[in-house]
């Protein structure tokens, strides 16, 4: 299996292999061009001995003066001596021809030189520049030849190496470049699409990362499963503190359902004993007026204690259409015993309307909610509870809402929901407080009076229900003091024609 690690090291190997043939070529390209930065000084040493010696020569047929011609014997000599010893930086330049030709005529230059040392008296100077002059033109032209093919090449050499480093240079940059666009497609890529398995886990959804080990580098792979154990502990521990709510929220309901089933059984027990004291005497009519209120009674307490039994029982996760209506009537039902000192709870809730929920979890978030108004005022609290079924924005959440989770539009389509607004006319929350309410054990409450993971776990299960749940609250009479939460929850118009 690949890692990032080892096909990193393995590219970087290649760049600093490349760059080190990259140094090595300039190396000798150097090398090269330093050579003939020599040849050059020799071609120009042997022109600059040709000119002395020609100039000798013009000075030996104008003034006559042995002198010249020993300079002229002495140039010849090292310009012969120049080309014997650099024979081979001559052969690179110019063919097997033209040096035999010229050592030709150094020869033949320098045996007239000699012959007219050695015969001085007796040669006439217009015979000798007539044979001499022509050999010293043609080396002259010959050295004059030299140079500029010399300095051609030089030049060429030059242009080709600023062009052959250029190309290196571009090169090395087009192969980092390409090395760094696959580092980070091996890098950034597998990142991305963390990032993008991540974005559900942000979202409160703990569902494992699929990876596929053939795709994916080592790293990547050890990551994710290291990430999937985490998300699995949390997904437990999650379960667990939602169960650890749930058993708390039973604890405060049933002293409250106790107490509120006194009232049924209580009047049941006085029914049952009049009957027994006046079954032989009472006209049938009261009878039966008492027999209706045990079973009006019974009624009653069963509601109370089939509420209750639903609400405690463990079930698995399923959404399926809800009947709002009747979970908030159950709801209340529970919270009975609390709600009976605060005015009537006034309540604007559709008959039919449906909600996608699951019943246990959202009846839940009602209870956590409810609780939480109670508990924000006095005996003058207000609670009024709302519900409207509708299309896209038409009641989108206001600006000065704190608003938790997103509800998710599907591209090109519109998107049915439901708005649920619990609203109190308590103390209300201000600004710094209102923005940790939702975070797991932050609670204003006194100690002992609550673990503050209830709205922590209304709002993880409304992330469940990919719906969102804003707060607005005041705490000045000016701006109507209390606090609303409001619950948006997607749902579809199939489920709402239907029912409705």
Known sequence: MNSI??????????????IVLLCLFAFFNLLYLQQQVKEGVVISNFKDDIFEMRLHEKNLFLYHNKNDLEYILL???????????????????YSKVDLENLQQLLSSYKILLTKYWEQWELLQKEDVASTIRPLGHQLST???????????????????????????????????????????????????????????????????????????????????????????????????????????SLGVLISGVAHELNNPLGNILSSCQLLKEEIDSADRELLTDWLEQIDSETMRAHKIVSALKNFGQQKDFVIEPVLLAELIDNTLLLLHNDLKQLPVILKDIPDKLFINVDRQRFQQVLINLIKN?????????????????????????PDNAYVIGDIKKPLNQAIAYTS???????????????????????????????MGIGLYIVQEIIREHSGEIGVISHTSEALEKGTEFIIRLPCTQFNQSEKM
């Open 5 to 18: 690690r080892h096909k990193t090291s393995r590219a970087f190997y290649l760049l600093a292999i490349f």
């Open 75 to 93: 140039f010849t000599r090292k310009a012969i001596k120049n080309l014997n010893i650099n024979h081979d930086s001559y052969s690179n330049l």
């Open 142 to 248: 010959i050295a004059d030849k030299f140079a500029s093919q010399e300095r051609e090449s030089l030049v060429q050499s030059l242009n080709a190496t600023q062009w052959t480093l250029a190309s290196a240079i571009f090169i090395t940059a087009l192969i980092t470049v390409l090395i760094g666009y696959r580092l980070s497609r091996l890098v950034v890529k597998p990142l991305r699409e963390l990032e993008k398995n991540l974005k559900p886990i942000a979202q409160g959804k703990f569902e494992q990362i699929l990876v596929d080990n053939n795709e994916h580098e080592q790293e990547v792979i050890t990551f994710i499963d290291a990430f999937n154990r985490m998300l699995y502990e949390l997904d437990l521990r999650k379960k667990r503190l939602l169960h650890t709510e749930k058993l708390a």
């Open 373 to 397: 108004a109670i508990d924000a005022g006095d005996e003058s609290n207000q609670i009024e509870l709302k519900a409207t079924f509708c299309w896209d924005n038409s009641n989108a959440l």
């Open 420 to 450: 649920l607004s619990i609203k109190d006319s308590g103390e209300g929350i201000d600004e710094k407080t209102i923005k940790h309410i939702f975070d797991p054990f932050y609670t204003t409450k006194a100690p002992g009076s609550g």
